[in-house]
């Protein structure tokens, strides 16, 4: 099983990016996925999360209203658009899948079974 985020890199304040990860050696249509983030010293924390069917979407509060997460289950990917970048946004982000609740949203690490190496933003003020 692979997870291949992509995407991130250096912005300004204020600016966008979006996040790929592209799933392969898994069934795809049986895993809820999520994106996780760990900025430098901190535990590594729940994004967003959006299940098989893209019925249920759920966000950290942190960036409602800023991150949509999408899917594309033809491609295989999962994607989070990130707009209205701040610092605090700075971090390396994880896609993860999860298939024992893909019916559901998840916000426990513990519960995914796989994971991407991680791609890092970087907001600048």
């Known amino acids: 099983v692979q997870l291949q985020a992509s995407g991130g890199g250096l912005v300004q304040a204020g600016g966008s990016l979006r996040l790929s990860c592209a799933a392969s050696?898994?069934?795809?249509?049986?895993?809820?996925m999520a994106w996780f983030r760990q900025a430098p010293g901190k535990e590594r924390e729940f994004v967003a999360g959006?299940?098989?069917?893209?019925?249920?979407?759920q966000y950290t509060n942190s960036v409602k209203g800023r991150f949509t997460i999408s899917r594309d289950n033809a491609k295989n990917t999962v994607y989070l658009q990130m707009n209205s970048l701040k610092p605090e946004d700075t971090a390396v982000y994880y896609c993860?899948?999860?298939?024992?609740?893909?019916?559901?949203?998840?916000?426990?690490?513990?519960?995914?079974?796989?994971w991407g190496q991680g791609t890092l933003v970087t907001v600048s003020s």
């Open positions: 959006i299940t098989v069917s893209s019925i249920i979407t």
């Open positions: 993860a899948a999860n298939g024992r609740r893909s019916t559901m949203v998840v916000v426990s690490r513990v519960l995914y079974d796989y």
């Open positions: 050696g898994l069934t795809f249509t049986s895993y809820a």
